[in-house]
């Protein structure tokens, strides 16, 4: 049976050791950055609302700071602010996350298309292959989740763009409110394990055409499953609000 969408109000106590990231020049950015990471890695689930006293108080920020901060997220779709209830973290629709797919295949297939003559900076991309080895060896299934995030960012940083990472943390940043709803983190990256790794071989023998063959047959796949996934688990869901 499908497990609903928590609508509760999270006590962020957590966010107070964060407090010291912000130093004596607190800003909007910076209060946004603490947050993004928080949603990002669960802390915030998709549906809870923010409060704007609990939060404030934890990172010790004025109300207008932390009402930038949430403006600025709103923006990257990751809050959604209801007239009358408050700002909560943000349930993507089915057909947002169909988007996400496209918007995906689109950057990381033109990156891999356009890297030119090898050899390439493939550091990050190891690392992230290993990560994700080592956390299923370790059956730590949402370090796996976040070592497969890194593992896309460092294929599209290979472009070498501050805009194309930018806008690729937003899209994944929205794509793992899609995983926090799921039940089954493990379901859902550990069959791309071996797909990491042959794209990263793909690169490291300078074979870009098999390596963006490889990525589009992956994200295709990837969209499926989880879009097939998603849309039942949205559907079982009854709101508690």
Known sequence: MAKGIDRGLVEPTGLAVDRA???RTSTAERVADILRDRIAEGFFPPGVRLSEDSIGGAL????????????????ERLLVHELNRGVFVRVVAVDDLLDIYR??????????????????ELDQVEAAVLAGER?????????LSTANIRFHQALVALAGSP????????????????????????????????????????????DTAQAER???????DSRAQLASAYAQQVSGQVSTR
């Open 214 to 220: 490889l990525l589009a047959s992956y994200l295709e």
């Open 135 to 143: 956390a299923a060896l370790e059956r730590s299934w949402q370090d």
């Open 60 to 75: 010790g920020v004025s109300r207008n700071t932390l009402r930038e901060s949430f403006r600025l997220l709103t923006h």
């Open 21 to 23: 990231l912000l130093g």
């Open 103 to 120: 918007v995906r295949t689109m950057i990381e297939c033109a990156v891999i298309r356009g890297l030119g003559e090898p050899p390439y």
């Open 163 to 206: 805009r194309t990472d930018e806008l690729m943390r937003g899209v994944l940043a929205e794509l793992r409110l899609v995983f926090h709803v799921m039940d089954d983190p493990r379901r859902f990256h550990e069959p791309y394990l071996t797909r990491n790794r042959q794209i990263l071989e793909a690169l490291q023998g300078g």
